[in-house]
């Protein structure tokens, strides 16, 4: 079946745009993970959904960054007036149950600030 | 909220076992431990998880003292696609953060 996916799979923007960064995860996955991950550095936790609510969202990095997921499918991370240090791989993730269940991360949505 | 130490990078030549352990003094009673190994230019990779005394799988063992402050992953007769980051991530069924370690890049030497 069909994996996680992103969109767009590259995405550069210019200074003070808006951008939104798609995330379709497993048919029937309960929970979905945004992660940002910087080159050669671990993923860094954002937020986590089960199913439509929002658990967590302590780890955006300010309130220029919001997620929703408002079916309990098809999840928008959202980053508003974008700044250069924003610039890295965005990733997503889904698992079948609540976390800790294994999660099954997408190709990443490769982001540019310039 | 536990987070994780692991050694920055190993390496090992072909057909040997490879062993990462990961510190997690912070660990609370509810939290499982998860390990992911990641390529380059791809998405983690589940490895295995568990919470306490030995798990195994097809792929690697994985071992967790008694006081749970820490784990290994053991890979037995590791081969060169076996070069990867390896990350150690704790987690709880009723917490809501996740943090991968620094990770732990593998090297596997002809």
């Known amino acids: 079946g069909a994996g996680v996916s992103q969109s767009p799979r590259y995405k550069v923007t210019k200074r003070g745009q808006d951008v939104a960064l798609r995330c379709d995860p497993i048919s029937g996955h309960v929970s979905l993970y945004w992660y940002r991950q910087a080159l050669g550095q671990g993923p860094e936790f954002l937020t986590y959904f089960n199913y439509e609510a929002q658990q967590d969202k302590s780890g955006l990095p300010n309130d220029r960054f919001s997620a929703e997921r408002p079916e309990g499918s098809i999840s928008t991370l959202t980053i508003q007036r974008t700044e250069q240090r924003d610039s890295a791989m965005y990733r997503c993730?889904?698992?079948?149950?609540?976390?800790?269940?294994?999660?099954?991360f997408g190709p990443g949505t490769r982001l540019t600030v310039l | 909220l536990a987070k994780t130490t692991q050694p920055i990078s190993m390496d090992s030549y072909e057909g040997q076992e490879v062993n990462i352990t990961c510190s997690h003094n912070n660990i609370a009673t509810n939290d499982y431990i998860t390990w992911y190994q990641q390529f380059p230019s791809q998405g983690p990779r589940f490895i295995i998880q568990?919470?306490?005394t030995k798990v195994t799988n097809e792929v690697a063992s994985l071992f967790i003292p008694a006081d749970r402050k820490s784990s290994t992953l053991s890979l037995p007769r590791v081969s060169l696609s076996d070069t990867a980051v390896y990350y150690c991530l704790v987690g709880a069924y009723t917490g809501n953060q996740f943090y991968f370690g620094t990770g732990t890049s593998l090297t596997v030497i002809p």
């Open positions: 568990g919470y306490k």
């Open positions: 993730a889904s698992s079948l149950d609540r976390a800790p269940d294994t999660q099954y």
